[in-house]
């Protein structure tokens, strides 16, 4: 008995510094979070106010760009974006499984809308761009083509960080290397809720934007849309509309890239934080089972001891 | 009433928001603007340079660099920039070490690709604007 005894108090003593651990990592999670949450919330406002001028643009003639084409789809481009590190749930796998879902069914993701028409085109080629090394690793695994990772962001991405990237992704798409570029990120609902999001960020589509800034802040929207009608001829561009959009294009871009960045950081560390409190949880539970035992193993051992001692007297006597 | 309602953003956070400014300079790529209330509507280019407003007969001065700007009908003035730092929160120093250490990289990759180039030569700009607004302002910074 005594033996049993000493083997709970060691799992118990395993157990409470696992909690310990898990409790502090919780905690870390919980305010890298809140940081994360603050900057994909200021985000939202420069998304907004670039969608404006986007809109006051779109009232001019058409201007062609290389980065509004709409072309049929032969190759695709899927930004993946994951996380660095693990132990935060299922955040990963969510992101992952959602991905590699399309990326066995290449042709749902050449489908393209020209102008109103559905235009669907087979034998997709699909590359995969990893931001963050678990998204990186998994198409690695899986032999997917993987033409780029970026593995070193910080905890809070910023705009140096996704530069390299959206750079990378402009020009392929203006040379014609990808005519369709997807990000698949989580989306940060609540702290508790996150979802797993595939998005287009090429060729710019009116309706993906629209769906973005709707996702970002209804309420702001709605405050902030006294619609004023101005005549277009109103609007002056300086130089002209054609280098204007050249600036302001990109820069949604980066935008969009930027705040997916935010968005699953802000995810990743709200999922790290539950998974934590989870196990911190399950660690409060198995040392009040642990304890339980340990005692019924000591009261055990004393009666047993007791009754041995009872009965030794009586066979004196 | 004759007020213009500044915003002032950049990708990572709002900068400044202000209501009440009586006139802003900007350094547009076709030159620097000056707009004062019920200006047009406009949309143009930002440059790295120097953003002056006047609040209340005071002036604000801003370092800028890169992004674009639109100036609605109700004298709303909303400026997208890249870069923005008050002038005399501008650290000297570090923009001077940062502009060196640009302007180093840039020779070692001199013949390499040029995306890095391009986003080299940017940070120069950048930071040599640093420089010249925070060195005009210095002043200001030691009298808070």
């Known amino acids: 008995m005594a033996v049993n005894s000493k083997v709970i108090k060691r799992r118990i003593k395993s157990v409470s510094s696992t909690k310990k651990i898990t409790k502090a990592m919780e905690m870390v999670a919980a305010s890298k979070m809140r940081r994360a949450v603050d900057t994909a919330l200021r985000t939202r406002t420069y998304a907004k106010l670039a969608w404006d001028i986007l809109v006051d643009l779109s009232k001019t003639p058409e201007v062609k760009l290389p980065l509004l084409e709409v072309r049929p789809v032969k190759n695709v481009l899927v930004i993946l974006v994951t996380s660095n590190r693990g132990l935060c749930g299922s955040f990963n796998s969510n992101i992952i499984k959602k991905t590699s879902l399309s990326l066995k069914n290449p042709d749902n993701l050449g489908v393209q809308d020209i102008e109103g028409k559905i235009l669907k085109t087979d034998n997709v080629k699909i590359d995969v761009v990893g931001v963050g090394r678990k998204g990186a690793d998994f198409a690695k695994r899986n032999g997917y083509n993987l033409t780029a990772s970026f593995t070193t962001f910080s905890d809070t991405p910023n705009l140096n960080d996704i530069l390299p990237i959206s750079q990378m992704v402009l020009k392929q798409y203006e040379e014609r290397v990808y005519d369709k570029v997807v990000v698949a990120y989580t989306d940060f609902k609540s702290a508790i809720a996150q979802t797993a999001k595939l998005k287009q960020v090429l060729p710019i589509s009116k309706i993906d934007l629209e769906n973005m800034l709707t996702e970002l802040g209804e309420e702001d929207l709605k405050k902030e849309k006294p619609v004023v009608d101005e005549k277009l001829s109103d609007y002056l561009f300086e130089p002209n509309p054609q280098s204007v959009l050249e600036t302001v294009l990109p820069r949604l871009v980066e935008t969009q890239l930027l705040q997916a960045a935010l968005e699953s950081s802000a995810s990743e560390h709200s999922a790290r934080m539950m998974a934590m409190r989870n196990a911190s949880d399950a660690a409060v539970d198995m040392i009040a089972e642990l304890n339980l035992n340990f005692n019924k193993a000591r009261q055990a051992a004393i009666t047993q001891e007791i009754a041995e001692i009872a009965g030794g007297a009586a066979a004196l006597e | ?144």
């Open chain 2, 1 to 144: 009433m004759n007020k213009i309602n500044l915003k002032i953003v950049t990708p990572e956070k709002v900068i400044y928001q202000n209501d009440q400014i009586d006139q802003v300079s900007i350094p547009t790529s076709t030159g620097e603007i000056t707009v004062l209330p019920n200006h047009i509507p406009l949309v143009s280019i930002l440059q790295s340079g120097e953003m002056v407003f006047k609040e209340n007969g005071q002036d604000n001065y801003f370092a800028l660099s890169g992004g674009f700007l639109e100036i609605k009908n109700n004298s709303e003035v909303v400026i997208l920039a890249d870069n923005v730092e008050r002038a005399h929160e501008i650290n000297v120093e570090r923009a001077e070490a940062a502009k060196a250490k640009a302007e180093e990289q840039m020779k070692e990759i001199k013949n390499r690709e040029d995306v890095d180039f391009a986003r080299l030569q940017a940070v120069i700009d950048r930071e040599a604007n640093r420089l010249r607004v925070g060195n005009k302002y210095r002043h200001l910074r030691k009298s808070e």
